[in-house]
Structures are given as C-alpha cells and as structure tokens.
T-cell receptor, first 113, second 114 residues
C-alpha cells in the first residue's frame, strides 16, 4: 500500500518558474523525505524534514510539513531544465520501522528551456 | 567513492529461471533495502536488513529471498522467475535510522522475465 499520494502526477513549466509538488500521507510519521529520480537512474536524496519541523530549506528547495493535515510540499524556485526529473516523497514511521520508507507514486516535472 | 553498486544492470530471464542480484555498499551502512519500481506504483519494499546476518520481509516479499552474510553486501534472489517480476530493482542503504541523509540508492537493475 502506498503511504504517500502526490499531486500533481505531472507538471510542466518554463525555466525560471517555480514548481510546487504536494504529498499527502495517511499515518503518523517520524520524518518525511523527498527524492529526485532522473530518467533511467537511481533516486537521489534531496531533503529530510522531521515531524517536529514545519519548514526546511536547502538551496533552491523549500519543504513544508503540516502534520495536522498529513501533508507536505516541495517548492523548487527558479527552475532549470536540469531539474527535469521525477520527484518522490517518502515517509518514515520511525520506531520499529527500522528506517523503512514508504514512497509515493511521484510527480513528473518537465522544465522547458 | 562508489556508494551503492548494483550488478547486473540489465538481465532477461525466461520464466522459471533463477538469478541473484547483488548490491554492494562501501559506506559501512548498517541498513540495506531492496525495492522494486513499477510504472505508476512508486517503489515497493521487498526485503530489508538491519545489520549483518539479519533479514526481514517488506511489503512484497513473495517470490524473493535475500541474504546478508557480509555487512557490505545484500543479495536478492529469484528462485523461479515469473513475468510479474519484470521490474526495475533498486537497492538502498542507510547509515542509521536517524541519519539526516536518507537513503543512498544504487542505479538499479532492469529485469525482464519472458
């Protein structure tokens, strides 16, 4: 079963615009992570936000977490063509889950030059 | 800094054949995981290991076996391949469950069962 549901499934924007992707989940979490996957490649960890954090920044990335709504968003500012990829949220329930992550289905982002 | 290395990268099997996928990491990570990725379904956990000599079932373990005899290696076996096991398989590792760096993924093995 998928814990995370991502929205939209696909997003197409022009270079320089901002891209926002949303993730909703069902059960309580210890932390939530975002990953990027370029076509035909493995996933790359972008950012981790803990359940007691509301916002986190890393370069052009901004992640928010609302545990009351069980939702998170990933904002990429000033998008570049190189940001074209699939983006996945993943939840970590903590405790005895042993670091297992449950992934959403992903958002396909296309940034046009 | 090799990170996580998966072999082979591509493989075609006939139904009923067996094979082993190898995952090797050189980061001294304790935790290792095998996922499969299918179109429109994200990644689903097959098996995982919390340390050398340990393994446990994930969300979709049927038809697969694993072993972790050495800390750096995590093997995924298919004893009798079925077309439903056509997928892209990813191995991942993590230093600790509290690591801020999440998973380190391998580049994947694309398996086709005909």
């Amino acid at each position: 079963s998928q814990q995370g549901e991502e929205d939209p499934q696909a997003l197409s924007i022009q270079e320089g615009e901002n891209a926002t992707m949303n993730c909703s989940y069902k059960t309580s979490i210890n932390n939530l992570q975002w990953y990027r996957q370029n076509s035909g490649r493995g996933l790359v960890h972008l950012i981790l936000i803990r359940s007691n954090e509301r916002e986190k920044h890393s370069g052009r990335l901004r992640v928010t977490l609302d545990t009351s709504k069980k939702s998170s968003s990933l904002l990429i500012t000033a998008s570049r063509a190189a940001d074209t990829a699939s983006y996945f949220c993943a939840t970590d329930a903590g405790g005895t889950s042993y670091g297992k992550l449950t992934f959403g289905q992903g958002t396909i982002l296309t940034v046009h030059p | 800094n090799a990170g996580v290395t998966q072999t082979p990268k591509f493989r075609v099997l006939k139904t009923g054949q067996s094979m082993t996928l190898l995952c090797a990491q050189d980061m001294n990570h304790e935790y290792m995981y095998w996922y499969r990725q299918d179109p429109g379904m994200g990644l689903r956990l097959i098996h995982y290991s919390v340390g050398e000599g340990t393994t446990a079932k994930g969300e979709v373990p049927d038809g697969y076996n694993v072993s972790r005899l050495k800390k750096q290696n995590f093997l995924l076996g298919l004893e009798s391949a079925a077309p439903s096991q056509t997928s892209v398989y990813f191995c991942a590792s993590r230093l600790t469950v509290d690591s801020l760096y999440g998973y380190t993924f391998g580049s994947g093995t694309r398996l086709t069962v005909v």
